[in-house]
C-alpha cells in the first residue's frame, strides 16, 4: 500500500525535486530545487508582475508630468491626459494582478501536493499519529503561508523597481535621498531573519507544549483533584507558561528591529524629501517630480516594504517550522500506543525485565524542619508482586503512593517505575492510581470504565473487567454498559468499584490502591484486589485499612513514620511488634444494621469528587470503614488522613 501511495503524482513539470533529496538537506536548498523546476510558471508570473509594475511607474511619473507639463503652465488638456494615462496604467495593472494569482497558485498547488503525498506516505508506512494533523492542518498553513510570502516577495520586487525607475526618470538627485534609507532598512531587516526565525520558531514550540500541556490537564482536572496533585500540576503547567512568555519577550525585542527596519526604509524618506526641498529644487528638481517622488514613497515603497517586513517577519519563521515538520526525515519508528511504556534500558539491554517498583534512599518531609515522614526507604518490586502497605495513621502510607505517583517529590533518592524514573512520561504511563474518594462524571458507564484506554474498547472486556472486579451486579441495575450514569445517585462504595474496574482495564502494569476500598464490603474487596493480584504481569500496592488486605498480599511494608519492616505475614508476626499491634487491634463487635453515611467534602477549588451537586461540607469525613460485625480500635491500620496530608 505504501509504495502504491508514494508512486502517485503528477508526471513531468509536477515531479518533486525534493523527492530524492538527502534527509539532512537544507530547506533552501530544496526550496530553489522546487523552484527551479518550475521555470515556466516562474516566467509566467514575471511577465504578469512586470505588467502589475507598470502602474507602479506610472503612479508618480504620471502626476508629476501632469503638474510640469499641464497644470502649472496653465494646460489643463495635457494634465488631463497624463491623469488619464495614469489611470489606464492602473487598469492595466489590475488586470495584470488578477493574472499574478492564476501563477501564483500554478506555483502554489503542487507544492501542496507534495506535501499531502508526504504526509499520507508516511502516516501509512510508521502509523504516524500526526499524519490527520499535518494534513487538515500543517499542509493548509504551508500552502497559505507559501502563497502569501509569493505574494509580498514578488509585490516588494517589482514595486521597489517600478518606484525606482520612476524616480531615476523624474530626476537622479531624487534617488540620493530615497535611495540610501530604503537600503539601510533593508540591510537591517535582512540581518534580522535568521535570529527572529529562530525566535519565532522557540515561541511555536513553547506554545505548542503549553496547548499539549492543557489538554491534558484540562480533561484529567478530577484525577488532579481526587489525587491531590493541584500544587505539582501547577508547577508543571507554571514552567511552560514562563517558558512562552520568556520566548514571547524574547521575539518581541527582535520584532521593535521590525519596527526601525520599516521606519528608515519606508517612513525616513518622506522626512527626507521633504526636509531637502528646497536644495532639490536648487538643483533642477521640478515641483511636480517632487510630488511624484512623494508619491512614489507613501504609495508605492511604504505599503510594499511593510508587507515584506510583516510577512517575512512572521509568516516566514513559521512557513520554515511547518515545512521542517512535514518534510522532515521519517525515523521509521512506531511510538509506544498511549499508556503503554516502552521497553525500559534493561530489557532492551539485558533481556531481564526491570522492577516493577524500585526505592532507592527516598526520604520525605513535608517541609524544611518538620521530621521526614519516609525516611531511607529502599524497596525494589518484582513484576508480580502483591504488596500491601500497613501503618498507624501518620505514619507515610499515602505520602509512600503519592511520591510513587509522581505527585510528590522526595527530598533525597530516586524511584523508578518499570525502569523509568519518577517523575516522568513513561513512568506516568506505566502506574495508575486509585485514590479514597473515587470519582465518576455523568456519562455512560461504559465511558467511564473506558476513561483511562487510549481508544474504543470492545464490550466484552468490558464486561470481562465488571466481572472480574465485582461490578457485574451494578451494572445490571444500572440498565447496562450505554446507561447513562448519575453519579449523586451512585453511594460512595459503587463509585469505588467504577474507579477500580476503570483502572483495572487501563494499560499501566503497576495499580496503586491508596484505601481505594475502604467504602466496600470486605468479600467485595476481597475480589477487587485478588483480580488486581491476577492481572498478567500486573504488581499491585495496596495501602490497607483491613487485616485481611495484608493476609492476602505477598509481602507487608509496616510503617511508622520512623523505621520500616518488611516481609510475610507470618515472618512479619514473629519479628515485628508495630505488626502484631496492628492485627491485634482488630476485635469482634456485636452484629447491628450496616450503614454508610454521605461524605462531606472539603474543595478549594470547587471541584468536587463527584459530578454532582451538594457536596460542599466541612472537611471531616465520618464514614463507615468496614461492615457490621466489625469495630475499629484505636492504631489500627487505616490512614484517615488525605493524600497532601503526612499519611
Known amino acids: 500500500m505504501t509504495a502504491r501511495i508514494a508512486a502517485r503524482g503528477r508526471p513531468g513539470r509536477d515531479a518533486d525535486p525534493t523527492a530524492g533529496a538527502p534527509a539532512g538537506a537544507a530547506l533552501p536548498t530544496r526550496g530553489l530545487r522546487f523552484l527551479l523546476a518550475r521555470r515556466r510558471v ?80 508516511r502516516g501509512v508506512r510508521t502509523g504516524d499519529a500526526g499524519s490527520l494533523s499535518g494534513l487538515t492542518q500543517q499542509v493548509e498553513i504551508a500552502r497559505d503561508t507559501f502563497a502569501g510570502l509569493v505574494m509580498v516577495s514578488r509585490s516588494f520586487v517589482f514595486t521597489a523597481a517600478g518606484a525606482l525607475a520612476g524616480l531615476f526618470a523624474l530626476a537622479p538627485p531624487l534617488l540620493l535621498v530615497v535611495g540610501p534609507p ?44 481526587a489525587t491531590g496533585a493541584e500544587a505539582q500540576i501547577a508547577t508543571g503547567t507554571g514552567e511552560r507558561i ?67 517586513i510583516h510577512g517575512l517577519g512572521t509568516s516566514g519563521s513559521r512557513l520554515t517550522v511547518v515545512l521542517r515538520r512535514l518534510t522532515g526525515p521519517d525515523t521509521g519508528a512506531v511510538s509506544p500506543p498511549k499508556g503503554r511504556p516502552g521497553p525500559s534500558t534493561a530489557t532492551a539491554d539485558s533481556g531481564t525485565p526491570p522492577p516493577a517498583l524500585s526505592l532507592a534512599c527516598v526520604t520525605f518531609a513535608y517541609g524544611p524542619a518538620s521530621a521526614p515522614v519516609v525516611r531511607d526507604l529502599d524497596l525494589t518490586l518484582p513484576p508480580g508482586t502483591h504488596l500491601a502497605v500497613v501503618g498507624p495513621s501518620g505514619a507515610g502510607k499515602s505520602t509512600l503512593t503519592a511520591l510513587v505517583a509522581g505527585l510528590l517529590a522526595p527530598s533525597h533518592g530516586t524511584i523508578r517505575v518499570g525502569g523509568h524514573p519518577v517523575p516522568g512520561p513513561e513512568a506516568a504511563a506505566a502506574r495508575v492510581l486509585i485514590p479514597q474518594e473515587a470519582y465518576v462524571f455523568s456519562g455512560t458507564l ?5 476513561y483511562l484506554r487510549p481508544g474504543p474498547v470492545p464490550a466484552q472486556e468490558l464486561l470481562a473487567a465488571a466481572e472480574a472486579v465485582g461490578l457485574t451486579p451494578l451494572a445490571e441495575r444500572l440498565g447496562g454498559l450505554d446507561a447513562r450514569v448519575d453519579p449523586a445517585t451512585l453511594s460512595a462504595g459503587e463509585r469505588q468499584l467504577v474507579a477500580l474496574t476503570r483502572a483495572y482495564l487501563s494499560h499501566a502494569p503497576l495499580a496503586l490502591l491508596d484505601e481505594a476500598t475502604c467504602h466496600l464490603d470486605a468479600a467485595t474487596e476481597e475480589r477487587a484486589e485478588r483480580a488486581f493480584a491476577a492481572r498478567p504481569g500486573g504488581t499491585l500496592v495496596v495501602v490497607a485499612h483491613r487485616i485481611s488486605s495484608a493476609r492476602r498480599a505477598g509481602r507487608v511494608l509496616v510503617m511508622d513514620g520512623r523505621s520500616t519492616a518488611y516481609g510475610g505475614h507470618e515472618e512479619l508476626m514473629r519479628s515485628s511488634a508495630l505488626y502484631r499491634d496492628l492485627v491485634g487491634s482488630w476485635t469482634p463487635a456485636p452484629a447491628r444494621r450496616e450503614s454508610e453515611p454521605a461524605l462531606a467534602l472539603r474543595d478549594a477549588y470547587r471541584v468536587d469528587a463527584v459530578a454532582g451537586p451538594g457536596l460542599a461540607g466541612d472537611g471531616r469525613h465520618v464514614v463507615a470503614h468496614r461492615t457490621a460485625g466489625q469495630v475499629q480500635a484505636p492504631g489500627d491500620l487505616r490512614d484517615g488522613g488525605s493524600l497532601g496530608s503526612e499519611g
Open 42 to 121: 516562474l516566467l509566467r508570473l514575471t511577465a504578469w508582475s512586470v505588467l502589475e509594475a507598470g502602474q507602479t511607474f506610472l503612479i508618480g511619473y504620471g502626476p508629476a508630468r501632469a503638474l510640469d507639463e499641464g497644470f502649472l503652465r496653465g494646460r489643463a488638456d495635457v494634465g488631463l491626459v497624463w491623469l488619464a494615462v495614469t489611470g489606464l496604467g492602473v487598469l492595466l495593472g489590475a488586470y495584470g494582478t488578477a493574472r499574478v494569482y492564476a501563477a501564483v497558485a500554478a506555483l502554489v498547488e503542487p507544492l501542496r501536493d507534495r506535501l499531502v503525498e508526504r504526509v499520507v506516505t
Open 182 to 225: 530604503l537600503v539601510v532598512g533593508m540591510a537591517l531587516f535582512a540581518a534580522t531573519l535568521r535570529p527572529l526565525a529562530r525566535r519565532q520558531e522557540r515561541f511555536l514550540v513553547a506554545d505548542e507544549a503549553l496547548a499539549g500541556d492543557l489538554g491534558t490537564v484540562g480533561p484529567g482536572l478530577r484525577d488532579i483533584t
Open 242 to 308: 514562563e517558558a512562552e512568555l520568556r520566548a514571547a519577550r524574547a521575539l518581541a525585542h527582535w520584532g521593535v528591529l521590525r519596527v526601525a527596519s520599516l521606519t528608515i526604509g519606508g517612513q525616513l524618506p518622506i522626512v527626507l524629501l521633504l526636509a531637502a526641498g528646497p536644495w532639490l529644487l536648487s538643483h533642477g528638481v521640478t515641483a511636480g517630480a517632487l510630488v511624484g517622488a512623494l508619491a512614489y514613497v507613501t504609495q508605492s515603497l511604504l505599503p510594499a516594504l511593510r508587507n515584506l
Open 446 to 450: 461504559a465511558e467511564n470504565l473506558a
